[in-house]
Every structure is written in C-alpha cells, then in structure tokens.
C-alpha cells in the first residue's frame, strides 16, 4: 500500500486499482500522518550470516569442513551478541564486528597456524566487499 502511495502520490489511482477496497478516507488519514521510511539497518549478526559465505576453506581440509563452518557461524553468532552487552560496539559498522567475530571464532577453532592461514584467506575475500574502518 504505502509502496503504491508513494509512487503513484495519488489516492485516487490507488483506490481504484483496489477495487475500492481501500476507501478515499483510508488513504487520506494515512497521507495526512506523518509517513517516514525506517528500514532496519543491518545487524551485526545478519552481516556474519552474510559474511560466513566469503568463509574460503582450509587448504588441505576436506573431512569436517561442513562442520567447521557451523562451529565458527556458532562462535561468531555467540561474541555478536555479546557485542550488544557493551556501549563500546554502539557506534561501530555491524560489518566491522562481525568480521571481528568470525576472526576472533577462527582463532577459537583452529590451532595457530591454521587459524592465522584461514583469517588471512578469509580476509582477502572480504577485503573488496565492505569498509571495515
């Protein structure tokens, strides 16, 4: 409905696509209110559900893959939502923390070396994708 509002800016041309279903006294108490579009931004967690996409597998592991993608989604979806306990995380990009977090999970999972390989391959993937800063 809004969507149509705004686009076509006319009660008139709504009501009739509506087959009147939507009355011109509908329309016009909805106009005459204040009509802001408030998306909800994107949240740290919907950014490392997005980002554990762009997650490169380990050179040399076939076996345990699946399950360890799962374990670092696990981890990371954990710290993200400490991050909201904390002022600290308020004014940082969603993006940022959830890089932190699917870094921090790495390095929680895999010993050092392993860890250190994948943050790196993990990193250049994502690298081109957000700004992290």
């Not at 306990?85 to 993006?95: A, E, H, I, K, L």
């Amino acid at each position: 409905y809004f969507v149509c509002l705004s686009i076509f800016k006319s009660t008139s041309f709504l009501c009739h696509l509506s087959n009147l279903f939507i009355t011109l006294l509908h329309p016009s108490i909805i106009e005459n209110s204040e009509l802001s579009w408030r998306l909800h931004p994107p949240t740290a967690l919907s950014m490392v559900k997005h980002l554990m996409i762009e997650l490169p597998p380990l050179p040399g592991q076939v076996e345990g893959e699946r399950r360890l993608k799962h374990d670092i989604t696990e981890v990371s979806r954990f710290l993200t939502e400490l991050s909201v306990c904390d002022y600290f995380f308020v004014p940082r990009r969603p993006s940022a923390i959830a890089v932190a977090a699917i870094l921090c999970a790495i390095e929680i999972q895999l010993d050092t070396e392993s860890s250190s390989i994948l943050s790196r391959l993990f990193l250049n993937s994502v690298n081109g994708l957000l700004p992290l800063y």
